[in-house]
């Protein structure tokens, strides 16, 4: 299988995003687990452009990397310079990297308009710094800055420039599609050209996303020729982004039969994308092709069904190739197949002509109409199911619960107070609280009557709380839908209530919530 070498930018162009501020630490955890996984290069900055690049090259040159190879980027020297009276050149030697990278112009309107230099200067920088930095590191990548564009508009003048870079000694030619404008076939049209005039080059790809087909493009160039493929994780990157490289790795090893990374390396792509959404603050969406949470799930009953039978039915991959699982939801589009799925996952086996499997998708379409959501409550979902066949118990029995707001003109806020009755077993418990609101207080007197004799309600916390309105058009008298998010520091599970009043849906959400702990405690042997 041939090799097709991934050029990570996501410490570099990556931080180009908008919102994007990674610090030191944050490009230093980034790196470490790009290495793991594989990457061949990885760009971690451009070392003089600010304080925080060149403390993470004085950092980078103390760790050696596993698998990947640590590239400092900069551009090609000033007009009217020499390469090594350049500040800008001379800090990217002094980063330590052994690979360096350098943008050049090879469009002739930025060589007139942005860097208002000669056609002639520009191939002077492009070779002069190239063959000065080669004569100090081990390898010299040479970014052809708008090639596509600058192609367009006057192809010699954009072969020279290539022509400049490689002679001058540079390993790699890389072509940037850097206003994202260009499309996949005009790609793969002029990467052939580039790879039939310079056959002794190796040639790479920089796509951006503008024209939301980068990850097309690039696959187009390595198809026509192209062996580095440069982007980022999750395709973070200036205006659009620049090319996924989570579609593109997985794209080019399973499916175009290159090879690229470990294939058990392949099986921590979804963490990895994960993972640099957590450290980038920026939320991965759900339909992510391959790594996203969405990728693999299944909620149509048509799809659910089949799937059951032959997974390849509905999937184009098999998820665990990537790391990322099978889900199925259940919705009022559901059909039975959703449901034995689901009770499947939690342990219980029915038979798909059971009446009460029957009875209970009936119940949840019902469910669905009146406001609930189960997609985005698993846990109400579970105890659904589980007390349809008989499966919790009564953990504690209500017998009424009251809440007080209150505000006098003295106060500042609002003060919230709620009462709890219940039984546990036969023992009556009666308690108030106060809470910076209604709910709050709900779920502080609750509770107090329950940590008493289920110590482990301690450790739930509430995490996130939502509110909806479920059928608009019935004003303040319309059901609301509260969703609410808990965890115990070991799992997170989310509960759903419905009701014409704000209060009884979070009691019934709230109330999930702690009957599921218990219930997970039970089946774990805890309580
Ligand atoms: C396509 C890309 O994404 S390339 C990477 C872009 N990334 C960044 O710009 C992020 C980091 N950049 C920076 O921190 C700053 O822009 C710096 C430190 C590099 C330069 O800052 P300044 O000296 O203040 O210049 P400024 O940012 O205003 O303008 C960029 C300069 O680079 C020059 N330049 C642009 N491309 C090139 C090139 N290929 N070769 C040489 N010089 C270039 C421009 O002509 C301009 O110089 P001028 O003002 O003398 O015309
Ligand atoms: C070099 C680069 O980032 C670009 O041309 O898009």
Avoid at 64 to 72: L, M, W
Avoid at 82 to 106: C, R
Wanted: charged share 25%.
């Amino acid at each position: 299988m041939e090799q097709v070498f991934i050029y990570d930018t996501t410490l570099r162009d990556g931080s180009q995003a908008e919102g994007i501020n990674f610090s030191v630490e944050d490009k230093m955890r980034i790196l470490q687990k790009l290495d793991e996984f594989g990457v061949h290069y990885i760009e971690c900055g451009w070392p003089g452009a600010n304080p925080k690049d060149t403390i993470l090259f004085e950092r980078l040159r103390k760790i050696k990397t596993q698998n990947a190879k640590i590239v400092a980027f900069g551009a090609t020297r000033k007009a009217g310079k020499k390469a090594h009276e350049d500040k800008q050149v001379e800090n990217l030697l002094k980063s330590g990297a052994k690979v360096i990278t350098v943008f050049g112009k090879s469009w002739d309107f930025h060589v007139t308009h942005a860097i208002g230099t000669t056609l002639e200067e520009n191939l002077d920088m492009v070779y002069e710094t190239v063959s000065y930095l080669k004569k100090h590191v081990e390898e010299v990548i040479f970014d052809a800055e708008h090639f596509f564009d600058g192609y367009r508009h006057n192809e010699s003048y954009a072969f020279k420039v290539l022509e400049a870079a490689f002679q001058a000694g540079a390993d790699w030619i890389v072509l940037c599609d850097t206003n994202g404008g260009t499309l996949p076939n005009e790609v793969y049209e002029i990467t052939k050209k580039v790879v039939q005039k310079f056959p002794q080059a190796r040639v790479g790809i920089h796509a951006h996303n503008d024209s939301d087909t980068a990850v097309a493009n690039s696959l187009m160039a390595v198809l026509a020729g192209a062996r580095q493929v440069h982007g980022t994780i999750n395709g973070l990157g200036e205006r659009t982004g620049n090319a996924n490289l989570c579609s593109i790795i997985p794209n080019l090893q399973l499916k175009l039969g290159f090879s690229v990374v470990p294939s058990q390396n392949l099986k921590k792509l979804t963490e990895l994308a994960h993972f640099v959404s957590e450290i980038s603050n920026t939320p991965l969406p759900k339909n992510m092709p391959y790594v996203g949470e969405s990728a693999f799930t299944h909620k149509a009953g048509v799809h659910a069904s089949a799937v059951m039978k032959r997974s390849e039915t509905y999937e184009h991959i098999d998820p665990s190739l990537v790391g990322n699982r099978r889900k199925v939801t259940v919705s009022d589009l559901s059909g039975r197949s959703n449901i034995l799925y689901k009770l499947r996952e939690m342990g219980l086996e029915v038979d798909d002509k059971s009446p009460e499997l029957i009875k209970l998708l009936e119940k949840i379409k019902e469910l669905e109409k009146e406001g609930y959501h189960f997609e985005a409550a698993e846990a109400s979902f579970e105890l659904l199911c589980k007390r349809h066949f008989g499966l919790v118990k009564n953990y504690f029995d209500l017998d009424a619960y009251r809440v007080l707001i209150a505000r006098r003109s003295t106060d500042l806020s609002p003060v919230s107070e709620a009462t709890v009755r219940l039984y546990v077993e036969d023992i009556k418990e009666h308690t108030a609280a106060l809470g910076n609101g209604p709910v709050s207080a709900l779920d502080r007197a609750l509770r107090k009557a329950l940590e008493e004799f289920y110590p482990s309600l301690k450790d739930v916390q509430l995490i996130d709380y939502k509110v909806r309105i479920v059928n608009e058009s019935e004003g303040t008298s319309a059901k609301v839908r509260v969703l609410i998010e808990s965890t115990d520091g070991r799992r997170k599970w989310g509960t759903v209530g419905v009701s014409e009043n704000i209060i009884e849906a979070s009691w019934i959400a709230l109330t999930d919530s702690l009957v599921y702990k218990l219930l997970k405690d039970e089946e774990e042997g805890i309580m």
